[in-house]
């Protein structure tokens, strides 16, 4: 009896003993569990920027070895998200990276070469956008040049004498046409060279047509028919108007009589 008595006492001692013990496993359980964990934390931190393709278009304004300065009027998308400085937007000027693995084309997606931009022409870019806001291009469209599919015809109004360019005129523009090393000559069907030719000739250009400059890097020069010859057919065309014009006078002067009878008759 005097054991049982003895091990109930120890057992009512230690449970007074763990007692305190819980309690303070609880306090702190239920403080802990009010402390963010370092996984929702890390949630809340802004995304890096992720380099992204977008389409500019916008003028040319300066060139820098490879890199062109465009100046924009149009860029898409419009915003990406977590982009980390100011976004590239209309009449704002972004630096675009011309790299050998650019491909370049013409207006008419003809390949062109990198020698063929020059300040001034319009441009569509495809490239990927940079975080410091440079585009690095993949696709250099230049919508100012274009090659012509039918020649520029035109009177010679001056020959540098150089033998670089000279100058044609037409009825409606005024071409400065450059003369490269490739350039062929052809006069009465045969090879000829621009020293050949003479202010007042009339000549078919074909070639690089630079639209917003009136500028011709020149492939073929070829003679046009004689100025007399011309100017029979200009009068031969004038006159066939002419004639078509006065038929239909006539044809009107009829149907104009014919509803002055009408009208008579409600006299």
Known sequence: MKKIITSLFVFIFALVLVFPVLAEDNSYNTTSSNIASPLVASNSVTKAYKAREVVVTGSLIAISGKDLTVKLTRIIPTTVKNFPGTY?????SVIVHVTDKTKIVRKYNGKADFSEVAVGDTLSVTGTLSADGTINARLVKNTSIAVTFFARKGEITAIDTNGSNFTIVNDKKTFKVF?????KFYKGGKLA???DFSVGDLVGVRGVVRQNANE??????????DKSDVEAKK?????QEKNR??????KLEKEIEKIKEQLEKFK
């Open 88 to 92: 590239p937007a209309k009449d704002s």
């Open 179 to 183: 003369v490269t090393i490739n350039t």
């Open 193 to 195: 060279a621009l020293t």
């Open 216 to 225: 011709i890097t020149a492939d073929t020069v070829t003679m046009a028919t």
């Open 235 to 239: 009068q031969k065309l004038i006159e």
């Open 245 to 250: 014009l006065e038929k239909m006078k006539e």
